[in-house]
């Protein structure tokens, strides 16, 4: 009696976790399937002609054919944007893991009055909406001569982007030990050779996570160099792309291997490097 | 930590602390203290003209048309932050429950469903709006072929559609965020509270609405925090799907539209207004304080310390 019941409910049991697994396994295929497709049906159009978009839009093209992406090499700026992109994306990214780095050693290191108080000044920064600065952000870039110049969106995106570098950083180098700073003093190291020689070889995993992420909205950014840039030479990837975009508007071949090639650098790195960019990217949101 | 002692060293972290100091001061404090101030001036283009009081925030609140845009523009954050509600947060926490069951499989879509967060928003913007072409695009074509031609329709060309079709884009976009970080939540969630609930009862739904969900609570604090100012704030998806305009007819006009079009002007007249831009930009600025406070606090006040 005692050994049906327990059979009755192990049976029960294993269908209902047969049956829910399975339905949450069938949700996530048809939710991954809803995440590529746009994904493959991009890369896919960006091999075909127009009409061939037209006629098969989910058909497996020829990928040796690659007149598309010629057209775009020889006969738009796609390159002058992508190299622009990479030289403010750098810029940024050096300030902000130098600029980080020094604020979060000073406050982490060093007991000095006032370091809370700066330290809650970074955090401010954390929190604000700048978008809505815009128009004396417009106003001081003008005043610096800086405007329709690329110095403009890499200060922007520095000072953006420390908030959480120090965020980060200040909490990482806190709890680093102090024996071997302690042990350097004795020896007679001066600070900056602590700084540079013992203690920045060890803050390493915490730059890779605030330079992640810092990069993806710095490299992705679109309203910035809407408000600062209007040289077609000096823009941005996605600025750069708005302006592609009308050009070409009936062309869907060039189109889809445009943004084909504005997706693929950052696409490729995260299937590289999907562990870091995740933990970067939600940082900020995972206590 | 070694104690501040010789000037030498003060000096070294002074050296350390100002250069980040001044940048987050210069671009950062000043700009936002500024836009308070320039609320109150009227502005002739680029140039400061007279003290105005708050006559700015009178005319955006309460002067016809920009009575009716503020309004329209609103309604529209409004209905966007609850339907993204809906569709990122609550489809993310599904998948997040889906994804914690370390399902076979289950690295391919945690990786899979965070793709799309990494690409940048003009292209997501410009992917979707050639799906959503009225004769070429693959939603159309799929429609049809499926047998449900009749529901073929301009997505983004008509009223009624067009802003639900711009929140689909977004959802598609950004879903992998709040999943993760769901995800993350559900992790930290001690085994033995697991065994002992299964012990109890074999509910699913129980399970989830009494034992998961309470103690995920601080990654809902931050998501519904993050979601309502990135609600407030949207911009690239209706510029690009939308246009500056809003069409059609203001039906995906936003906020951030709104304030751009008021402070630069639009293709169609050059007409910017930094005044008006500006009380706009104060406005939301502390109407988005307040309500993400309120939310923080609110919500703080039912995690449950482990």
């Known amino acids: ?287 | 930590m070694p104690q501040l002692r010789m000037t030498g060293r003060g000096l070294w972290i002074t050296a350390l602390i100002v250069p980040p100091l001044a940048f987050v001061a210069l671009f950062i404090v000043y700009p936002i203290v500024s836009a308070f101030a320039y609320a109150f001036f009227d502005w002739q283009g680029l140039k400061r003209g007279a003290f105005v009081g708050l006559e700015n925030f009178h005319t955006v609140l309460f002067v016809e048309p920009y009575r009716s845009w503020t309004i329209n523009a609103f309604k529209n954050n409004v209905i966007v932050f609850f339907a993204l509600m809906v569709l990122q947060n609550g489809l993310g926490f599904i998948l997040a429950y889906a994804l914690w069951r370390e399902l076979p499989g289950a690295r391919f879509h945690r990786i899979a469903v965070f793709l799309p967060v990494v690409l940048s928003t003009i292209i997501v913007a410009y992917l979707f709006k050639l799906f959503y072409h009225p004769l070429f695009g693959v939603v159309n074509i799929t429609l049809k072929g499926i047998g449900l031609g009749w529901l073929a329709q301009p997505w983004l060309g008509q009223s009624g559609t067009a802003l639900g079709s711009i929140i689909v884009a977004q959802a598609w976009h950004m879903v992998g965020f709040p999943t993760l970080v769901f995800l993350a939540g559900m992790q930290r969630i001690p085994s033995e509270i697991l065994d002992a609930v299964r012990m109890e009862t074999e509910s699913e739904w129980v399970k989830i609405t009494k034992i998961v969900w309470p103690l995920v609570a601080p990654s809902a604090t931050i998501v519904f925090t993050l979601l309502f100012v990135g609600a407030f704030n949207w911009f690239e998806l209706p510029y690009i799907m939308g246009g500056l305009d809003g069409s059609p007819f203001g039906s995906t006009d936003v906020l951030g539209l709104y304030f751009y079009r008021t402070a630069f002007g639009n293709v169609s007249s050059g007409q910017q207004d930094f005044g008006l831009g500006s009380a706009l930009a104060v406005i939301i600025f502390i109407f988005i304080a307040i309500v993400a406070g309120v939310i923080t606090t609110r919500l703080r006040a039912r995690e449950i310390q482990l």
Request: aromatic share 12%.
């Open chain 1, 1 to 287: 009696m005692s050994a049906a019941a327990t059979n009755y409910y192990d049976r029960k049991g294993l269908f209902a976790t047969l049956g829910r697994d399975g339905m949450l396994q069938i949700i996530l295929i048809a939710n991954t399937i809803l995440m590529l497709a746009p994904i493959v049906i991009m890369v896919f159009s960006a091999f075909k002609t127009t009409p061939e978009i037209f006629k098969s839009p989910f058909g497996i093209p020829d990928f040796t054919q690659v007149a598309n992406f010629v057209k775009i090499w020889s006969e738009t700026n796609f390159l002058r944007y992508l190299l622009n992109s990479f030289v403010v994306t750098g810029a940024s990214m050096v300030l902000i893991l130098t600029l980080g780095t020094m604020a979060a050693y000073a406050l982490g290191r060093y007991a000095f009055t006032g370091s809370n108080f700066i330290l809650m000044f970074f955090l401010a920064g954390l929190t604000l909406p700048l978008k809505l600065a815009i128009i004396p952000l417009f106003m001081l870039m003008r005043d610096l001569s800086i405007l329709n110049n690329q110095l403009s969106l890499i200060f922007v995106y520095t000072a953006m982007g420390l908030p959480t570098t120090v965020f980060i950083m200040t909490g990482f180098i806190r709890s680093l030990p102090n024996e071997l700073e302690d042990a350097a003093r004795m020896d007679g190291a001066s600070e900056a050779r602590i700084m540079w020689a013992i203690m920045l070889p060890l803050v390493r995993p915490a730059m890779v996570i605030a330079g992640i992420q810092n990069v993806v909205p710095i490299w992705n950014d679109f309203f910035f160099p809407l408000v600062f840039i209007q040289n077609d030479s000096l823009k941005t990837l996605p600025q750069g792309l708005t302006t592609f975009m009308g050009e070409y508007t009936t062309d869907w071949g060039v189109l889809f291997s445009g943004l084909t090639l504005s997706a693929a650098p950052i696409i490729l790195i995260y299937i590289v490097l999907s562990k870091q960019f995740i933990a970067g990217m939600t940082s900020g949101a995972v206590k």
